[in-house]
């Protein structure tokens, strides 16, 4: 089974800082999703990825298949952003669907 | 555009009372998912559905029932609730397995007391 680890598990920053949220997973995988709850807990899929690196708008994900590791990344962070990031994974072995990290929660201040 | 589809939103259920939650995609996807959110812990697979007529286990399927109904409904029974069920619950939906993007309905709030 793949084991999913998220750091921080808790962020607090200032808006307009950079922000990075890390994930790491223990077995291979066939792809890699980051996700987004917000308060009312509804969950939407910010990225999937097998390698190199994504961007969508201020967000961008990147992830290394040899070091087995995924990286986040808010620029220009905004008090909007404020919500919990999931990193979770397909593939490595285990069942169909996706196994999860247990999220950041990330707070952006005015 | 409704995606994922989840019913109820909410729902208190006492210790041995059944239920079911209804998930309903309009995506034309084949795979289909319901997980579990707890406190402290990332969600959790209960039992999928990767194409319409099967259904497996997940990580945490005691308790629990599921139906292919047909390939957009996939449903959820406890058929006597316990306190260990009150989670937060979630249907998904992929074109493909776990190969493709997620879509994820808003959730259902479950209490038993």
């Known amino acids: 089974k793949n084991e999913v680890e998220q750091s921080p598990q808790n962020l607090t920053a200032q808006e307009g800082e950079f922000i990075t949220i890390n994930c790491s997973y223990s077995?291979?995988?066939?792809?890699l999703h980051w996700l987004q709850q917000h308060p009312g807990g509804g969950i939407v899929s910010l990225f999937m990825?097998?390698?190199g690196k994504k961007k969508h708008g201020r967000l961008i994900a990147t992830i290394n298949i040899q070091e087995k590791h995924s990286s986040l990344h808010i620029t220009a962070s905004h008090p909007r952003d404020s919500a919990v990031y999931i990193c979770?994974?397909?593939?490595?072995?285990?069942?169909?669907?996706?196994?999860f990290g247990k999220g950041t929660h990330l707070i952006i201040q005015p | 555009n409704a995606g994922v589809t989840q019913t109820p939103k909410f729902q208190v259920l006492k210790t041995g009372q059944s239920m079911t939650l209804q998930c309903a995609q309009d995506m034309n996807h084949n795979s289909m998912y319901w997980y579990r959110q707890d406190p402290g812990m990332g969600l959790r697979l209960i039992y999928y559905s990767a194409s319409e007529g099967t259904t497996d286990k997940g990580e945490v399927p005691n308790g629990y029932n599921v139906s292919r109904l047909n390939k957009r409904e996939f449903s959820l029974r406890l058929e006597s609730a316990a306190p260990s069920q009150t989670s937060v619950y979630f249907c998904?939906?992929?074109?493909?397995?776990?190969?493709?993007?997620?879509?994820f309905g808003q959730g259902t709030r479950l209490t038993v007391v």
């Open positions: 077995v291979g995988i066939s792809a």
């Open positions: 998904a939906s992929s074109a493909d397995r776990g190969y493709t993007e997620a879509f």
């Open positions: 979770a994974v397909t593939g490595g072995g285990g069942a169909d669907g996706l196994t």
């Open positions: 990825l097998s390698s």
